[in-house]
């Protein structure tokens, strides 16, 4: 097959991917995208189980670059669901044009770079060669899964379903008995919706999580109208907030201000807004304060056990042994009511994990559980996963995969010193998935990536990287900030305890977005200062 010669590919056609190849053609440079994926859609095609929704609200979760896209959008809830989600993300690719230069079913094999003629060469699935001068890739912070092998699994008589690799046609579950393992984000969506549905609900805890209370509803054309009219506002405002969402967080140290009471109020008025307002709009000190983290675990602990009829099944489902926000807050919405139904039970498998598959069903503790179906909820190789496993090779065949099961760095999470002219959006060491709204934090990327393109364009330069000093320097500013809060005290896929001899390092920066953008432009006003520009 012959080498296709690009300016750029761009790997991953989710969120981060489509707006990048709008950008880059805008730009005029000869560019392709290529996915996995048979659509687009990335995160959205991919989890498609049931009861998959966004926890963002969706006047923010959205792209920024077209008012006309939302006027001609109608959302039907504040946090809609995954198909929902889905159809958006296909519009756009058919609005701005963008199928016809993305190859879906197709992954990268390896990259390789090229001193000699400082470009990437880089391998696909299908046996294609690009040769291109930028590699973008926007393969997403959660998307590589993390898949059990349990003993026994191959002879299971049942069926077996990742969430993260669900199979887009519908699955009749009624009837059925049904196992979930893991009880993160997914796991908790999985059960709330599927307890309605089956026979029987096994749900598999080794780790309860203080999930919150979603406000979901319907969005009627008055409230369209409203989202229509805030769009310039809130598009400003959101690049410049701690979350990435349209509130801001109290200055550091106001909460220490307040009495108990008062911090109780704030948390009360945080809950009712039903959505991650309550893990990233509170104020600062929760995650940081372990006086303040334990009052607003105690606030959050009162709520969660209210919903539950059991005592002892309660004492299971609220966590005891570490704080709140220190994983990822999910939001729920009947999840911690469906353990009051009679066909849902709590198997705890912390204190005695599942010995594996039986070929009817799971067994834990010398007991079998008889189940038609198993869910693996079990989350991702966060942050790194995906990009390590693109076999990318840069300067003097650094490989990126053998450097992160070493260390994880990154310049800004942007890119990494020794890989010119790769791009990471959502990268490790950048706000992403862990402390952002989304959607805003690929879009700043995405142009602060294109910023960059267009930079050496201009200046008749062609490669870009990050200097080991600056790439030093940030990796020592990221970790400062993440060891002045409690994050790195629990494991969680926050750090890479999830998965096991994962170097530990906060994936995701927690100095906020619009800090993280400050530093952003800041070196992009700068001639790209600290980046070795050639
Ligand atoms: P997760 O939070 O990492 O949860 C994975 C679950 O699987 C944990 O409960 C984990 O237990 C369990 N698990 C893994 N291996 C296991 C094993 N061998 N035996 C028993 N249990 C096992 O992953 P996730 O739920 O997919 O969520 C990841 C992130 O995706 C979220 O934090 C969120 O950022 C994002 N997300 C967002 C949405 C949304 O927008 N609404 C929805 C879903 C996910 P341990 O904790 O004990 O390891």
Partial sequence: MAVRQLDALIVGAGIAGLYQLHRLRKLGLSVK???????????????????????????????????????????????PAQ????????????????????????????????????RWRVRTSKGETFDVQFLL????????PKVPSFPG??????????????????????????????????????????????????????????????????????????WRAQYASLKNQVHHTFGGFEWHVPEQGWALTLTPEQRRDVLEECWA???LKMFVGTYLEVLAVPEINDEATEFVREKIRAQIHDPTVADKLVPSDYGYGLHRVPLENGYFEAFNRDNVHLVDVKTDPIEGFSPQGLRVA???????????????????????????????????????AQDIRSTLGLQVHGFPNLFTVAGPLAPATGFCNMTTCLQQQVDWITDAISYLRAHDKHTMEPTEEREEEWVRHHDEVADSTLLMSVDSWYNGG?????????????????????????????????????
Wanted: hydrophobic residues 35%.
């Fill in 33 to 79: 995208s290529v996915d996995a994926a048979p659509d687009v859609g990335g995160t959205w095609y991919w989890n498609a189980y049931p009861g998959a929704r966004v926890d963002s609200p969706a006047n923010v979760y959205q792209y920024w670059f077209s008012q006309e896209l939302l006027d001609e959008w109608k959302w039907s809830e504040r946090f």
């Fill in 137 to 144: 890739s926007c393969v997403g912070m959660l998307s590589s």
């Fill in 153 to 226: 699994q191959e002879d299971f008589q049942g069926e077996i379903y990742q969430t993260a690799r669900w199979p887009q046609e519908e699955i009749d579950f009624s009837g059925k008995r049904v196992g979930v393992i893991g009880t993160g984000a997914t796991g908790i969506q999985v059960v709330q919706t599927l307890a309605p549905q089956v026979e029987e609900l096994f749900v598999f805890q080794r780790t309860p999580q203080y999930a919150v209370r979603m406000n979901n509803y319907p969005v009627d054309d008055a409230v369209m109208k409203d």
């Fill in 83 to 118: 198909p929902e989600i889905r159809r958006y993300l296909q519009h756009v690719a058919t609005k701005f044009d963008l199928y016809r230069d993305i190859e879906l079913n197709t992954e990268v094999a390896s990259a390789d770079w090229q001193e000699d003629e400082q």
């Fill in 366 to 404: 010398d007991r079998e559980y008889p189940l038609d179906v198993v869910v693996f909820a079990t989350g991702f190789d966060a942050g790194t996963g995906s990009l390590s496993r693109m076999n990318i090779r840069g300067r003097d065949g650094k490989s990126l995969s053998e450097l992160w």
């Fill in 273 to 275: 807004d039903g959505s």
């Fill in 498 to 534: 999830n998965i096991d001899g994962k170097p530990r390092r906060l994936l995701s920066y927690i100095g906020g977005v619009g800090t993280y953008r400050d530093f952003c432009d800041e070196i992009r006003a700068n001639d790209f200062a600290g980046f070795k520009v050639a």
